[in-house]
């Protein structure tokens, strides 16, 4: 144990009508937050969790037809059905198309 002094910001006077030992009920959240803090002042957490700010991320769209990208995939494939480059599979055409006379 060490004699150095214990320093903290909190008030310590206490309430005449106590008794002079400990306080008849500890404040557990206080003492929750004060661990935390003393935890990573002694480097065995890395930060405190009540201290990390809120995300500022974008919010993730919750509709991906509503993007660009499926929106220009979606043209893309309607010009190709259109030319007669892409079709439904059927028995007459059982596999997709492929463009090996185009190479």
């Known amino acids: 144990m060490t004699d150095e002094p214990f320093e903290t910001s909190e008030d310590a006077r206490r309430d005449r009508r106590e008794h002079g030992g400990a306080p008849t009920s500890p404040n557990d959240d206080e003492l929750a937050r004060r661990t935390e803090q003393e935890r990573v002042e002694a480097g065995i957490d890395a930060y405190d969790p009540d201290d990390v700010p809120?995300?500022?991320?974008?919010?993730?769209?919750?509709?991906?037809?509503?993007?660009?990208?499926?929106?220009?995939?979606?043209?893309?494939?309607?010009?190709?059905?259109?030319?007669?480059?892409?079709?439904?599979?059927?028995?007459?055409?059982?596999?997709?198309?492929?463009h090996y006379d185009r190479l």
């Open 54 to 98: 809120p995300a500022t991320d974008d919010p993730v769209p919750t509709d991906l037809r509503d993007t660009e990208e499926y929106q220009e995939a979606e043209a893309e494939l309607r010009h190709e059905e259109a030319e007669g480059e892409i079709y439904p599979l059927t028995d007459r055409h059982p596999f997709p198309p492929s």
